[in-house]
């Protein structure tokens, strides 16, 4: 039995409840200008969530000398809500400030929010993003909510096969 291809006027792509990953890096910022058309093209709601990722030192003993958690957070909610600030005025949009791993906190956070789309951008802050995969790669495998990756624009002569 062959299935039909769907018209895409007959059934559309709703994507009402849009989380969005926010952590201040330029691809993270094209996800967000993204987010933000379908939003307003699809009268959606976007949350964006931005996680604070453990302190690495959290396998010594203690912490170093001159290490502040609060001031940690309080630069996280400050990048978090200048991303909120800078959408235009008629899109809908929640904020959120999530403790852990980055990936695990977002595929979470998808499913317990009932989202219908997750976006994120394909590059973030971390020192070892290209050697170990990055948040988005994370989460593309593990979230069952589908997953949009905005990436950077890409030349056409990069894309040929060598």
């Known amino acids: 039995m062959a299935l039909a291809p769907a018209d895409p006027i007959a059934e559309p792509v ?5 989380l969005v990953g926010v952590d201040g890096s330029v691809g993270a910022q094209r996800a967000l200008a993204y987010a933000a058309g379908v939003a307003r093209i699809e009268h ?3 949350t964006l969530l931005t996680v604070v990722p ?3 030192w959290t396998r010594m003993a203690f ?3 001159g290490y502040d958690h609060r001031a940690i957070v309080a630069g996280w909610a400050k990048v978090l809500h200048a991303a909120a600030d800078c959408l235009p005025a008629d899109v809908s949009v929640t904020t959120r400030l999530a403790h852990g791993r980055p990936a695990e906190a977002i595929v979470c956070r ?12 394909c590059e973030g802050r971390g020192l070892l ?3 170990i995969g990055g ?3 994370k989460v593309v ?4 909510v589908p997953v949009l990756v905005v990436r950077d624009a890409i030349s056409v002569g990069s894309l040929a096969v060598r």
């Open 141 to 144: 495998r593990r979230c069952p």
């Open 44 to 46: 959606g709601r976007l």
């Open 63 to 65: 912490p170093p000398p």
């Open 14 to 18: 709703l994507a009402g409840n849009i």
């Open 54 to 56: 453990p302190p690495v």
């Open 135 to 137: 948040v988005s790669r």
């Open 110 to 121: 998808a499913v317990e929010g009932c989202h219908d789309l997750v976006v994120l951008g």
């Open 129 to 131: 993003h290209g050697a």
